[in-house]
């Protein structure tokens, strides 16, 4: 079970292996089947949100898939902290499991991609159709598993911010 200062290594390595070994097109309509494949289990849909159960042993261990509108699915993201209100030891914390994670993740998958260092500081391999981010904000740390696409629209969007 993680805590706000630890995530277990090995379910790091078997995470990020399996999101990185996992190819698929993106769409509703193979979610049950890449949900199925990684182990998990679907277990509730809103009109936006698809939550799976991972199994791992997290405090949040529901993956949610967050659904287009016309068909497709753009990102899913696991909470690997549990999301604690801002404080100093909290956020200590919180960087301690962001550069185990990055360490660990590394390994697995090679060199990141991208870094964006900060008060929300991410790391990112880019994959050939699908990226994987981690992310720490004060109160937590998030991994994405998002379509390349996805996240290069978004990136877009926070330049046009940034800019404007």
Do not use: C, N
């Not at 790091?12 to 990185?20: M, W, Y």
């Not at 991609?113 to 050939?128: H, I, M, Y």
């Amino acid at each position: 079970m993680s805590t706000a200062g630890t995530v277990d290594e090995a379910m790091v390595r078997h995470l990020f292996r399996a999101l990185a070994d996992t190819s698929w097109s993106w769409t509703e309509t193979a979610l049950a089947d890449v949900v199925s494949r990684l182990g998990w289990t679907l277990s509730r849909r809103t009109e936006r949100i698809v939550s799976a159960d991972t199994g791992l042993a997290l405090e949040d261990p529901f993956a949610r898939f967050q659904v287009d509108g016309v068909g497709g699915i753009d990102v899913a993201r696991l909470m690997l902290t549990p999301l604690r209100v801002d404080d100093p030891i909290v956020r200590a914390a919180v960087d301690d499991v962001f550069a185990a994670v990055t360490a660990t993740a590394t390994v697995v998958l090679g060199t990141p991609t991208r870094r964006l260092p900060g008060a929300f500081p991410e790391v990112r391999w880019r994959g050939t159709g699908a990226s994987i981010v981690l992310r720490a904000s004060p109160s937590a740390v998030e991994v994405e598993w998002a379509g390349t696409s996805y996240l290069e629209q978004m990136d877009k969007l926070r330049e046009l911010e940034d800019a404007g």
